[in-house]
């Protein structure tokens, strides 16, 4: 059985995530920073309740990973870093909000980094061996336009984080890459996006399982082509 850990895995894509893996046969470590309230998932797990295991896990936080780590055991085939937020999106020259910034910074690239540290060894034992962290092609550089800035640097951010990782030599025979979704139909893409949560899990979830050797430190779209950095 291979297993999954899904961070933020309470609502939006992450739930659906969580859904949509373990529909397929797999193990779920599903984790979020509110089990008690994360009624969908709990369903989720009571439903499955040999698949499914739920996790408190807040990635802005030491204490609360090493937590989860210590509950988590055996391999990790998919790591999924796919919490994150979208804060200050207005902000602007002459109007820069700074908590936001630092909030963004924090839980999108520092998050990442703190969960795929915590969960590498994890990672390593498992047969598939995959890190693959949620971002945004508002993250790319070639393709950026002046408006949320906040968000788009943080994406930038956590996608240079992870190509140096996915590079660096504790790396090797691992695979690490970062995708984009789509525009989703979330709290955080809002009614109008393209795509519903369900399309995108499935398009992710379809490039994740292609993922080889050659793929390691790519950047990809959700539907498997590469995107510029
Ligand atoms: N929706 C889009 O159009 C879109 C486009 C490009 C990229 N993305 C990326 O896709 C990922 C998922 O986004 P979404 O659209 O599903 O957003 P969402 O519906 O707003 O869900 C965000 C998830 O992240 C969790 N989260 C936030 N801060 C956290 C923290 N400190 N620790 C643990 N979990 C935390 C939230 O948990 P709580 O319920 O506890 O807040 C929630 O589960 C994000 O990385 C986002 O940047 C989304």
Redesign the pocket.
């Known amino acids: 059985m291979s297993t999954v850990m899904i ?9 659906e995530f969580a859904r949509q893996y373990v529909a397929d046969g797999w193990r779920v470590r599903a ?4 089990p008690q309230g ?1 009624r969908a998932l709990s369903d989720l797990q009571a439903e499955n309740p040999d698949a499914v295991s739920l996790h408190r ?5 030491d204490a609360s990973v090493a937590e989860a780590r210590g509950e988590i055991d055996g391999g990790i085939d998919v790591l999924l ?6 804060e200050g999106r207005a902000a602007s020259l002459g109007s820069m909000d700074y908590d936001a910034f630092e909030k963004a910074l ?3 690239v520092l ?1 990442p980094m703190r969960v795929t540290e915590a969960f590498f060894d994890h990672v390593r034992q498992g047969d598939d061996k995959k890190i693959v962290t ?5 993250g790319s550089l070639t393709e950026t336009k002046p408006n949320a800035l906040i ?1 788009r640097t943080s ?1 930038a951010a956590v996608n240079m984080t992870m190509r140096c990782l996915a590079l660096a030599p504790e790396g090797e025979g691992m695979i690490n890459v970062v995708v ?11 009614s109008g ?1 393209d ?1 519903a ?1 369900e399309e ?1 899990a499935a398009a992710v979830r379809r490039v994740i399982a292609g993922l080889g050797p050659a793929d390691n430190g790519g950047f990809f779209n959700y539907d498997g082509t590469s995107i510029p950095w």
């Open positions: 961070t933020g895995a309470n609502r939006g894509i992450g739930l984790c979020c920073r509110d994360a896990l807040d990635v802005d936080d870093n796919n919490a994150g937020v979208m924090k839980t999108n998050g949620v971002s945004s092609r508002m968000y994406k984009h979704p789509g525009w989703v139909r979330t709290d955080m893409g809002g996006a795509l949560p995108s």
